[in-house]
């Protein structure tokens, strides 16, 4: 008799299911095992900690309602304030601090001025990004901005030896910061000489705060001196539309150190601010192979290197001794 092919399909020798009980038993087994185990394998002793726990520091209890609450050592330090007239285009980071404003965000209204910001009436400081309204509120009634005096100033209408003259433009020295404000008007623009005006003089100048008048005499100082009134638009940073308001009130002198090509050494030569240190080294040992140079045009027989350009602005800072 033919078997049919589903029945053929699950026929199982006597073998295969002996193997198939054997397999349903242990699978019964393995999952009953968790059960057992405790029973098998007892847990041990319980561990006593007393020991270790009596080596802790005793922990610390909520302090009661209404107690007073122990300062911190993460607590933020309280800083001394004092209110005094400043005017926030002059404030140095410290009086910031001083008058109650953190050192971030006295060094954020620094920054701000450094990029040419200025304050023109006492509202503009609101405009920082962070300061607070109440911080505002605090220090408007010291704000004191160039050009808006104080009633407490008996300044002299007119000079002392002439009274037929022009009302003096006077200034008081304020003892709070060593800041010069006009008694009236607006601050007065000054003459500054580009080649020894201190930086305190050049902010006198609409535009030019602590940061850029540092920026204009460090690089005036590198290159010696200033032999043209637009060189000073090279000072880096400095916008153009800053430099056009000021260059009516810029006053040109010689310039006041130059450079001995003939003596000067590599370093000296790196150091100016119009020769790259390929130049300079150029230069340096042109004038070793070839010995002293006589004038600007053995100096243009460097044919590598150099431009025109470059000759025409060295010119004014070289001599040949």
Known sequence: MRISPLKEFFYYTRGERIGALVLIVICLLLFALPSFYHLIFPPDED???????????????APEYGAEIPASRNAPVTREVSYFTFDPNLATKGEFVQLGLSPRMAQIILNYREKGGKFRKKEDLKKIYGLRE????????????????RPEWNLPKSTPNNSSQEPAKAAIFDKTGGNVYPAKGPL?????????????????????????????T???????GFYAIDQVAETFGLPDSTF????????????????????????????HPYLSNFQATVLFNYRKQHGNFESMENLKGIKAAFVESDWERLGHYFIFQ
Request: proline content about 11%; glycine content about 6%.
């Open 244 to 271: 056009q308001q000021i260059k009516p009130y810029l006053k040109l002198s010689p310039v006041f150190r130059k450079i001995n090509v003939n003596t000067a050494t590599l370093e000296e030569l790196k150091m």
């Open 188 to 216: 007065p623009q000054p003459e500054i000489d580009i080649n020894s005006s201190t930086p305190e003089e050049w902010q006198l100048l609409r535009g030019i705060g602590p940061g850029f008048s540092k920026r204009i």
């Open 218 to 224: 460090n690089f005036r100082d590198k290159l010696g």
């Open 47 to 61: 561990i006593d900690f007393s020991a270790f726990q009596n080596m802790l520091p005793p922990a610390k209890q």
């Open 134 to 149: 109440e911080e505002y509120a605090l220090l408007e009634p010291w704000i004191r901005i160039v050009g808006q005096p």
